[in-house]
């Protein structure tokens, strides 16, 4: 009877693994709608001067990435009423140097795009005072990282929020933003912008080499007072990676992605990296 049964099971077996393996494919229609391209427009104003980006979107089956605006009229005015036309420095590129820095004033950003006139407002946050940095290792999640560790002192007591920028051999490598909601008694709060593991450089599986932070590279890092509106539109746009949206600046004058932001900066003393200097505490 046992020996039945084994035969039985092994017939069925043998039945199931023709048809997974003979099985016949279909091709399965995949219809999507095309949207017509959206303006997006990266905009910043700070005492280092103003820089914006401006390009279009693209359908998702257009295999070029270069999709910049050239012919742009972009505009700034300042709080104190001094109008600033931007100069064009190509690939959507726009700029402007000797920008006055009003922290808590208002700027107008203004681009003319074809018909469409795109508008929007921005306050500039307070720069952050009593900086203090350094890179250390720390373990997070049982793994060992190589983080960027900050502190700074907060103007007053009132909730601020701020931004922190680091530049890798001239390139953008990371930013985070952080309020002061965990100030400490002393009107002291810390963040960290984590960097890089150990399981990157050594190039393990599911690994992020392209982030490692080599000896001799130059480390840049700006630390910036932000509006709210600005802290809540990078809070959004951290998140869209899992929350799958895409966050909206309001423009006035039509649809467009992208920010306008007006920046209390401070640029830290560059660093020469070398991880025998990473330590292992921190304190502030």
């Known amino acids: 009877m046992r020996a039945f049964v084994r035969l039985i099971i092994a017939i069925v077996n043998v039945i199931v693994a023709f048809i997974l393996t003979t099985a016949c494919t279909e091709e399965l229609d995949f219809e999507y709608d095309s949207v017509a391209p959206m303006i997006n427009i990266e905009a910043k104003v700070s005492a280092s001067g103003s820089r914006v980006v401006v390009t279009t979107s693209r359908d998702v089956t257009d295999p070029s990435h270069d999709h910049y605006v050239d012919d742009a009229q972009i505009s700034l005015l300042c709080p104190d009423g001094k109008s600033i036309l931007l100069q064009p ?49 720390e373990k997070v ?57 150990t399981d990157d450089v050594e190039g393990k599986e599911n690994s992020r080499p392209q982030d490692v932070i080599h000896d001799g590279d130059l480390v840049e890092i700006y630390i910036s007072g932000i509006s709210r509106r ?33 920046l209390g900066e401070v640029k830290l003393a560059p660093i020469t990296f070398n991880i025998k200097n990473v330590g292992t505490e921190w304190d502030y």
């Open 89 to 137: 420095a190509g690939n959507g590129e726009y700029v402007a140097d000797g920008i006055d820095a009003f922290e808590g004033g208002v700027y107008a950003f203004s681009a003319q795009i074809g018909e469409q006139t795109f508008v929007a407002f921005d306050t500039m946050g307070i720069a952050p005072q009593n900086i203090k940095y350094d890179f250390i290792w």
């Open 230 to 262: 600005t802290y809540d539109y990078m809070a959004a746009l951290a998140n869209s990676g899992s929350t799958c949206a895409n966050p909206k600046w309001q423009y006035s004058g039509g649809d467009a992605l992208g920010f306008f932001s007006a």
């Open 141 to 197: 999640m049982g793994m060992d990282y190589v983080s960027l560790r900050y502190g700074l002192t907060v103007p007053s007591d009132s909730l601020s929020f701020y931004m922190t920028q680091v530049y890798r051999n001239g390139a953008p490598y990371k930013w985070e933003v952080f309020n002061s909601y965990t100030r400490d008694e002393d009107m002291k709060i810390k963040g960290r912008c984590i960097c890089f593991s």
